[in-house]
């Protein structure tokens, strides 16, 4: 009886899929023109937002101190750098919520054209890498992708376990939960159980930083898996087309 031996696949192959399925997770999309103000209001939210995690840090790192050496003027510290990096972060906030202005009024006037730019972008951004795909090995393309959707599901998963599903609760009732929970925190007579005052929030706010990575890493997801369904709607008119003749 004969078999049929698989062939394998060559580092190369993986290699080039790979490289295609970077530039894919990592390209930047043109952005329109933005009047000056908004520029300005965006590199002033990133200092914020840079110097905000860093008071976050330090104050995580003082929280670990006081749990081996407690120190009522270490508390104080801690805790007062904790609500200034709190505060940062809320300001960021404030100011994204300014940014969105412009896009709020081209909704207002032109409720489709801001999503229609965002598609027209992502089409013309990724079509070379998408023909790229089409001329690689598929089995290739295929064992890349099985590799990539589970470390995507991996990511995830990891950043439930430590902050829950932040998209599905969202970041405001949170931080408002949070916020009534932190009352108990700060008088319990238990140390450690006050170093949860530092980490639940920085753990929720590094969960919606990585909300943007998933997404893209979705978008790369979604075009592997478009790349594989169109060679087979190829391959299936070929046939078609053979039986016919």
Request: proline share 3%.
């Amino acid at each position: 009886m004969r078999k049929d031996v698989r062939s394998g696949i060559s580092s190369d192959e993986i290699a080039e899929v790979q490289e295609i399925v970077n530039q894919l997770t990592k390209r930047k999309q043109e952005r329109s023109k933005e009047p000056v103000w908004v520029q300005w209001v965006e590199r002033v939210s990133k200092t914020l937002w840079q110097s905000g995690i860093t008071g976050y840090l330090v104050a995580i790192a003082i929280a670990l101190v006081i749990s081996v050496a407690p120190s009522d003027a270490l508390k104080a510290t801690g805790l007062t750098i904790f609500l200034l990096a709190l505060l940062l972060i809320l300001t960021v906030m404030a100011l994204s919520g300014i940014q969105v202005i412009p896009l709020l009024m081209a909704l207002f006037k032109r409720p489709f054209d801001p999503i229609l730019a965002l598609v027209n972008g992502a089409i013309w951004a990724d079509l070379d890498s998408v023909n790229r795909l089409s001329r690689c090995n598929r089995e290739a393309v295929e064992y890349v992708l099985a590799q990539y959707r589970h470390q995507r599901l991996a990511f995830e998963t990891r950043g439930s376990a430590l902050a829950g599903q932040l998209e599905k609760l969202g970041l405001f009732p949170v931080l408002a939960t949070f916020a009534a929970a932190s009352t108990a925190l700060l008088n319990s007579p238990y140390q450690w159980l006050r170093g949860f005052l530092f980490l639940v929030p920085a753990f929720h706010f590094l969960k919606l930083m990585s909300l943007a990575i998933t997404q893209e890493m979705d978008r790369a997801i979604e075009l592997l898996e478009y790349s594989l369904a169109a060679r087979d709607r190829n391959n299936s008119d070929d046939e078609k087309q053979k039986e016919a003749a």
